[in-house]
């Protein structure tokens, strides 16, 4: 049994246009997410994950490739007290939530329910122990797309390690769409 989860990974492009943007931000008290970890989450499975099933249930993932592009920063819960910055989506958010239905209606069937709140694409930057304000911050950021529009082609299934330096996510499965 391991912690798991459901991701799109953006390309190299789009990773490089993140960094680039990043690298310009002054995030006081934060850890910086490094960019291995950069992905949008589609399903989070827990900590007990059975990863063989999930991957047999996941080859049967239909569905064709969508088009997406990042931008907009935001905080997680609030940006007036947030412990997450994050950058969203701001081009193909319906075909991930339609590709988040679709993988959630292969996993419920094995014990993985989808999220109760509606879903929102983005990629986690950096996080806080403490509350921060981010509103400064988030101002600061561009506030238009971030690198270029992308095909999703394929979703990754990835096992977690929670490490004192951060989260080791390690690919285990990709499943083309289409």
Not at 27 to 40: N, Y
Not at 113 to 142: C, F, G, I, M, N
Request: proline fraction near 8%; glycine fraction near 12%.
């Amino acid at each position: 049994m391991s912690r798991a989860f459901i991701a799109v990974v953006p390309p190299d492009d789009v990773l490089d246009a993140v960094g680039n943007v990043l690298g310009r931000l002054e995030v006081p008290g934060a850890r910086i997410t490094r960019r291995d970890q950069w992905h949008l989450t589609l399903q989070f499975l827990g900590n007990r994950a059975d990863l063989d099933p999930v991957a047999g249930a996941l080859s049967g993932l239909a569905g064709r490739p969508g088009a997406v592009r990042l931008g907009d920063f935001g905080g997680f819960p609030r940006e007036r007290r947030a412990r997450v910055l994050w950058l969203g989506v701001v081009e193909g958010g319906k075909f991930l939530a339609q590709l988040v239905a679709a993988v959630g209606a292969l996993l419920e069937p094995l014990g993985y329910p989808p999220e109760d709140r509606e879903y929102q694409p983005h990629l986690t930057l950096a996080r806080w122990k403490s509350p921060a304000d981010l509103r400064a911050a988030v101002e600061a950021l561009e506030t238009g797309p971030v690198g270029p529009t992308w095909t999703v082609g394929e979703v990754v299934l990835f096992e977690s390690f929670t490490k004192p330096t951060g989260a080791e996510h390690v690919e285990r499965a990709r499943f083309r769409l289409g």
